[in-house]
């Protein structure tokens, strides 16, 4: 271990290498809550260094766990045991972007909020806007796939990347994809490398495609007597030609749980809330709105409202953005999960998850990305009380069931990390599950990269009668 | 060879199995006039047939050429020496549209052209529109990872494709993907299979992504004096949120072919065309239109023509038309490739390739899909002359080593099947090739699903000097 420290001093310098227990402590954890320290935190600033740490690490038999800004929820980023933290908020440089080739080539630590920023000036965006978009990096949301609510109409970060340069585990450098919007050369590696968390390739470069920033957006928030009402209004929105950029979703635990505060203005009776962005042309925008306000009505619809300005737009938004700090108040511990499940079988899930709650005495809140079928289910608990962690661990066992059975997956947009490693052989078939783990060893034949997450550990063969 | 034919014959019945050499030969070729008749053609009709004659094939260790209705222009669906044809032409049932969900399900002979009406009769759309819609298949189009000129806007099949069901080399079933627009659980197998030319695992189920039909296209075409002034208003166009969704060109040479061809009516001094289509909503359509034109517009344009029905839309498409019966007409011999470059860089390519035409005394025309920067370069020449197929030969290799400086990548659309394989080298590096051919191994490890294709096989090891 020592022998690995000192070589990666003399390749990074000490600035750029933290050992001791208390700096590396911050970096032993992600949003899941779980810590793990990791022996060492390694900055690196190019594509050469992280090539260079990988074969050190590869000589020295210790494990790597990547980190953007550990914003994931899915414990990808905490390191595995005994791993050293690569770092990659310092190898944070907009290398470039072309605006008449709508790219942008950036270094894994640019942060996504920032990145935005940059594109906006040339009347671009990238399309993955998680929640954490200021404070999570373009890196993460590739190692992730992040979504967001526009993924709906522009996709997930597998949608609109190019290109790759990453290292695998054996130290060899990858170029994957291309700079241009269309190629079919060899296999799709880029799509396999993002969203594999870290362990198949270390990205360090990312080839990123842009989309131009619409006209005009408008923001409608219709509430509902029941979730019913608002599922239906769902069918007929998702069913029109509508440029719809955001179709988020609040069930009825979610509405009580917000509805009193100050500055939420909310119909006494509501009982579901959908939240609709609108983009296009400026021309399209009246008739647009018009139609959508139309999509939304029908006799369990309470109020539609239209925001006329971005104050207005930040009103309606509100209710969404105070559920998180509400949810904090009403329980210690939660546990968010990010199921799908096709839009069409969203009322049958949420009364299904409805049942579950009751059945087990825990209370759930759900919101989400409706378009997607993408539903963010918060188990409230508190783990402090006993047989709570064992009860909420039942409970979440029948939410995956009810969601595979309904043609569901397990996660959206949060990913596997430690937190569903467990649970992956209920929706992966056995035959695809060794396929991925036989794909893991061609990129990482050492098994340094992140290990453990993703896939349950194999277990060591058992002892031999014979000895 | 017959013990596999007597297993195919009682799994299959008689009439799905055709074993005559005279018969045989149709499925021995693809548009790439590449012409090798397998020993047998088989054909299934359900996933369990398919995955029982990978079966038979492995253990009689002959290889399987996958064909879905032999459109693709690389040489994919050409059978491997000594291999089985194995035809989804009767396996084409569309199991499933579900509009509230904005999916198809459907087996893999279903032709593109007729997922599409069934699709219409919903208001929804597969973006895939290859030309060849009407008589090629999803299968293939999944196989290939085929595209078109809407992928300007929706994607190709990679983007538009959510999960599939599919028999790896050694006969395991594998279900990939899922039923959901969003989905992290594990590695993208979905994309690594799409596109891979049958050389991973037989596609025999698809979850296909569906859009809603928007509520209006119009088409504008523009004629310019020269590409440089088509390129100019590219750039401009591609700097507009306008909805684009499609965006093709042609060069001097293509638009001198067609000129005084009846029917198209073009300035006398145009040297470029561009045909563009824009979709969205009805009410935009106006504005979108006038500023589309002013988009187009500068002193290099001659003219810009919007279709304001569906005659005149006919027209203006009909010089593109028009172009593939012209360029049979003026050689008996055409290479026909499908190079990308990034957009901005597509003048200086056709500055080189004209360069290229001159030195090599080859006439080349140009065309393809502007707005991915998506060329084909078609190289007019007669193989009966002598010398002729060497020195196309020498230009094509030019030509791949200037689109690869200009960061662009060999095929955006037509893949690589037999006609590009020794080329791959040139833009895969050595550690990604390598890493591809891992992956080839882990679904196929007898080297069975359409060997030779994609990759230069390996060559045997030279005799030992020893020996």
Redesign the interface.
């Known amino acids: 271990m020592q022998a690995l420290l000192t070589e990666l001093a003399s390749l990074l310098g000490n600035d750029d290498l933290l050992t001791e227990p208390a700096d590396c402590w911050p970096y032993g954890c992600d949003n899941s809550r779980r810590q793990l320290s990791p022996i060492a935190v390694a900055f690196a600033r190019e594509h050469a260094q992280v090539a260079e740490i990988v074969r050190s690490c590869a000589r020295h038999g210790v494990a790597i766990t990547a980190r953007g800004r550990g914003t994931g929820t899915a414990g990808a980023a905490v390191p595995a045991p005994g791993a050293l933290c690569l770092s990659f908020e310092r190898m944070n440089r907009i290398i470039d972007i072309?605006?008449?080739?709508?790219?942008a080539i950036v270094q894994p630590g640019v942060m996504n909020g920032e990145l935005q920023s940059a594109c906006a000036a040339h009347?671009l965006f990238w399309p993955p806007d998680p929640s954490s978009a200021a404070y999570c990096s373009v890196g993460g949301n590739l190692a992730?796939?992040a979504?967001g609510p526009r993924?709906?109409r522009y996709?997930?970060a597998?949608?609109n990347t190019l290109g790759l340069l990453a290292v695998?585990g054996t130290g060899?450098?990858?170029?994957?994809g291309?700079?241009?919007?269309?190629?079919?050369?060899?296999?799709?590696?880029t799509?396999?490398v993002?969203?594999?968390e870290g362990t198949?390739a270390l990205i360090t470069e990312a080839t990123l495609k842009l989309c131009?920033?619409?006209?005009a957006r408008h923001t409608l928030r219709a509430a509902f007597v029941d979730f019913a009402a608002a599922a239906r209004a769902l069918?007929r929105v998702?069913?029109?030609?509508?440029?719809v950029s955001a179709l988020e979703f609040m069930d009825r635990h979610a509405v009580a749980l917000i509805k009193d505060l100050p500055g939420i203005d909310l119909p006494a009776r509501a009982g579901a809330l959908l939240i609709v962005e609108l983009d296009?042309?400026?021309?399209?925008m009246?008739?647009?709105v018009a139609a959508l306000r139309r999509a939304l009505t029908d006799d369990g619809t309470l109020e539609v409202r239209v925001a006329r300005s971005d104050t207005q737009r930040e009103e309606l938004w509100a209710a969404r953005k105070a559920l998180s700090p509400a949810l904090r108040n009403i329980a210690p511990d939660k546990i968010n999960e990010d199921v799908?499940?096709?839009?069409?079988k969203m009322p049958k899930l949420l009364e299904i998850l409805d049942s579950l709650a009751t059945r087990h005495g825990i209370t759930m809140v759900n919101f989400g990305?409706a378009?997607?079928?993408?539903i963010h289910v918060n188990l409230l608990t508190d783990f402090g009380r006993a047989g709570e962690r064992d009860k909420a661990r039942k409970c979440l066992a029948q939410v995956f069931e009810a969601v595979l059975l309904l043609?569901?997956?397990?996660?959206?947009?949060?990913?596997?990390g430690y937190d569903?490693r467990e649970f992956?052989g209920l929706?992966?078939?056995p035959?695809?599950?060794a396929?991925?783990k036989?794909?893991?060893q061609?990129?990482d034949p050492a098994g340094i990269l992140n290990p453990d997450k993703?896939f349950v550990p194999t277990q060591s063969p058992p002892a031999s009668p014979a000895n």
């Open positions: 072309i605006p008449g080739d709508r790219i009347g992730c796939n979504a993924a709906i996709g997930t597998r949608e695998s060899d450098s990858l170029r994957t291309c700079y241009t919007s269309k190629g079919v050369v060899g296999y799709d590696l799509r396999l993002i969203g594999s198949l131009n920033i619409p006209e069918t998702m069913a029109t030609p509508l440029g296009g042309p400026r021309s399209a009246q008739s647009e799908v499940v096709p839009v069409s990305h378009g997607n079928g993408n043609q569901g997956t397990l996660s959206g947009e949060h990913g596997i569903k992956l929706e992966i078939e035959a695809a599950l396929l991925m036989k794909i893991k061609q990129f993703l």
